[in-house]
């Protein structure tokens, strides 16, 4: 009799258990498929792009097919693509976790999680994705906004980071050096000439200082710099008086196919950065230390300059032909 009572009680707790699985989230998990697609929407219908962390938010735009952020500078084009593809591309396997417990435990509840990715277009949300712990190499814990259905999938913070900084284009500044037709250095012009057509291209000043040579490979060397010239943030479009930029350490300026451009660098008062503003955007860019000091270095006159060397011709000795002529008579 005892016997028969304790497997009834059995069955009725496994029973009462099974409903709460099922009104909990085991519906979900049962419907779920292994390998299936995470994520499912057009990427080429997506232009609006947001990544939200603890205290900072990416908010990305597509204005005329290019990705900018919310104030209008030029997006990372690639970073922005190579997400959207990931996204596209992620699937799932069986879920690990239901409960609101599991959503707090894998950082992927709605007030406690490592990032949110969301894409619009227009003002349809068309995914929506928290990501949350790591859960191996290259994988985190993440969850559809619409469900409290947790998976592992290929995918990691680093991919969908938070700092604005990281979406940025740094190679706005850069321009290619087959463009740029003139340079100046304080009172030094240079501009650059082909001697021939099938000559490569050299600098000239129509006025050199006196005693002075043009050192064609002191100038390549020292405008190198500037054909890969990445920022590190932008520091805003108004000017700081800790900024140094009232005494620059340096200013040039080129002219290249379609305009002018000039740089001034000024050594911020604290740490070892720069700060870069060019002639042609509204923006105050900080440059790291280690690669403006070399470009001081090597955009100094002293760098561009040589000294002209006097070849000295020693004089022939006067001769006296006709005296000459009397002696060698004698003998």
Same mark, same amino acid.
């Given at each position: 009799m005892k016997t028969g009572i304790i497997l009834l009680a059995v069955l009725l707790v496994a029973q009462i258990v099974l409903s709460f699985v099922t009104h909990s989230g085991g519906t979900q998990v049962a419907e779920q498929s292994v390998n299936g697609v995470l994520l499912s929407f057009d990427k080429t219908k997506v232009d609006q792009l947001s990544v939200q962390g603890v205290d900072t938010k990416v908010e990305l735009k597509k204005v005329d097919g290019q990705w900018q952020s919310a104030d209008g500078f030029p997006a990372n084009q690639s970073k922005v693509s190579g997400l959207l593809d990931k996204l596209a591309e992620l699937k799932h396997g069986l879920p690990v976790g239901v409960s609101e417990d599991a959503?707090?435990?894998f950082k992927v509840a709605i007030d406690d999680y490592e990032s949110r990715v969301q894409l619009k277009q227009g003002d349809d949300v068309l995914a929506d994705l928290y990501l949350g712990s790591g859960a191996g190499a290259r994988q985190?814990? /993440?969850?559809?906004?619409?469900?409290? +259905? /947790? &998976?592992t999938t290929a995918?990691? +913070? &680093?991919?969908a980071p938070t700092d604005p900084a990281e979406w940025l284009d740094k190679t706005v500044l850069q321009l290619d050096e087959k463009i740029v037709s003139a340079v100046e =250095?304080?009172?030094l012009k240079l501009e650059k000439v082909s001697k021939s057509k099938d000559s490569a291209p050299v600098w000239q000043a129509a +006025? =050199?200082?006196e005693g002075k040579l043009l050192n064609q490979a002191g100038v390549n060397e020292g405008l190198q710099p500037l054909w890969n010239l990445q920022f590190a943030e932008v520091l805003g479009k108004e000017a700081q008086a800790d900024y140094g930029l009232d005494a620059p350490v340096l200013t040039l300026k080129l002219t290249y196919d379609g305009g002018e451009r000039e740089y001034l660098f000024g050594k911020m008062a604290e740490g070892d950065d720069f700060v870069l503003k060019v002639s042609d955007r509204d923006? &105050?860019?900080r440059v790291a230390g280690y690669s403006v000091k070399p470009m001081v270095e090597k955009n100094a006159m002293e760098a561009w300059l040589l000294a002209e060397v006097v070849e000295e011709v $020693?004089? $022939?000795p006067v001769v006296d032909q006709e005296a000459a002529d009397k002696v060698e008579a004698i003998h």
């Open positions: 959503l707090t435990r985190s814990h /993440v969850r559809r906004q619409a469900d409290n +259905v /947790v &998976y995918i990691g +913070v &680093y991919d =250095l304080a009172e +006025v =050199l200082p923006e &105050y860019f $020693e004089a $022939e």
